[in-house]
């Protein structure tokens, strides 16, 4: 049977019911995917692992990155980071800032060591969105951060889910249907949107 390992490594929003989870995999995207590509392509085994931690920026990811990523030996690496490294300057402006050019720093030094110790194929997820409001100033700072991904993206050839692009055309639709809990966690239409974005972007490449 063919097997493939899929990691999932984030923040809170990747985490999301892990630790409560038999399985590990926890109730948000993550599970949806899990759930879709298992029942839809049965003759594959697939192993996800979930490697989510709340409230992590890229800079913890760095400090985990053996750990949680190189030594799991995936075929598939999906990352998503970047909500709290902006969040965080809001929330906490006394903490240690990561700029967006540090954001890349540490972005592209994760990816050269994925691309030289493994030969996982990696998936970059956008930032999703900092509350449900186009123009609130989470949302415009992540503009920046959003810019970083796609360079990071075309400098690696790697692909990029746009799920920050999803959130915002549902946001721009008018539809009053919250997507969230809090303006940053996923309610379960949230993650449906997430997980249908990822699906539709890396199932070509995964199947």
Known sequence: ????????IGDSITEWGRYEDQENIGTG????IHDYFVTSYPSTQFEFINRGVGGDRISDLQARWQDDAIEIDPDYISISIGINDVWRQIDNPD???ISPERFQEIYEELLSL?????????ILMEPTIIEEDTQA??????????KVIYEVAKKFEVIVVPTHKAFIKYLESGNEYKLTIDGVHMNSAGNMLMAKTW??????VIK
């Open 29 to 32: 995207y993550v599970r949806l």
């Open 137 to 146: 100033p989470g949302n415009q700072m992540l503009i920046e951060y959003l």
């Open 114 to 122: 994925v691309k030289s110790k493994t030969k996982a194929t990696v």
């Open 1 to 8: 049977m063919n097997k493939k390992r899929v990691l999932f």
């Open 199 to 204: 699906i539709n972007e890396v199932e070509k």
């Open 95 to 97: 903490l240690d800032q």
